[in-house]
């Protein structure tokens, strides 16, 4: 072999050691930082873990509350009829004049095999009614929406548009107020012998 020869061998080994060598390094190195990331994500879920634990029986609490509270209706339909009843009676002892009432459909968005998707639904159920006002006393108007608003009847207003009517303070008022609860199973009706 000539001396040209081991030369351009000796050349072509250091770039070939230095190729293979940089990428194996750049390989070690993307698996180092992603061993990183990973206990990193672990430790972080450790903590969520150990936090959850030691919240338990503050949560354990919170849910049998819920469980106690919580209204449950057999169908969206009846919640709705529900709802509606108890805003008409509210506005009736509040001197407030209801005008057009309209239930909301909720809105379900579908997944590709036609069910709805889970992270859509949540966890209570709903029952949506828009009421219509038209020429109602501000104050009558706050009392009443202050009445309906109780945190344990987990009724609330999720949309509310107020114009001003223009004369001696009364408003136009657009609501939407929402029941929250749960659904629960029919009663069975069984045949007696």
């Not at 114009?163 to 749960?182: D, H, I, L, M, W």
Request: hydrophobic share 45%; aromatic share 10%; net charge negative.
């Amino acid at each position: 072999m000539k001396r040209s020869e081991k030369v351009l061998l000796g050349v072509f080994a250091f770039l070939f050691l230095v190729i293979i060598g940089g990428g194996g390094l750049m390989y070690a190195f993307r698996n180092y930082m992603a061993i990183r990331e990973e206990n990193s994500s672990l430790r972080d879920r450790l903590a969520d873990m150990n936090l959850a634990i030691s919240q338990g029986a503050e949560w354990a609490d919170r849910y049998g509350w819920l469980e106690e509270n919580c209204p449950g209706f057999t169908s969206r339909q009846e919640a709705s009829a529900r709802l509606l009843e108890v805003i008409t009676a509210e506005a009736d002892k509040m001197g407030v004049a209801v005008g057009g009432k309209e239930f909301i459909e909720a809105e379900r968005v579908l997944g590709p095999d036609g069910l709805p998707l889970e992270e859509t639904l949540g966890y209570f159920d709903k029952a949506t009614v828009k009421i219509t006002l038209a020429g109602v006393k501000e104050q009558a108007f706050f009392a009443w929406l202050h009445a309906l608003q109780q945190p344990a009847s987990f009724l609330g207003v999720t949309r509310m548009q107020i114009n001003p009517s223009g004369t001696s303070k009364t408003v136009n008022a657009e609501v939407e107020f929402t029941q929250f609860y749960r659904e629960k199973a029919a009663p069975k009706v069984s045949k007696v012998n």
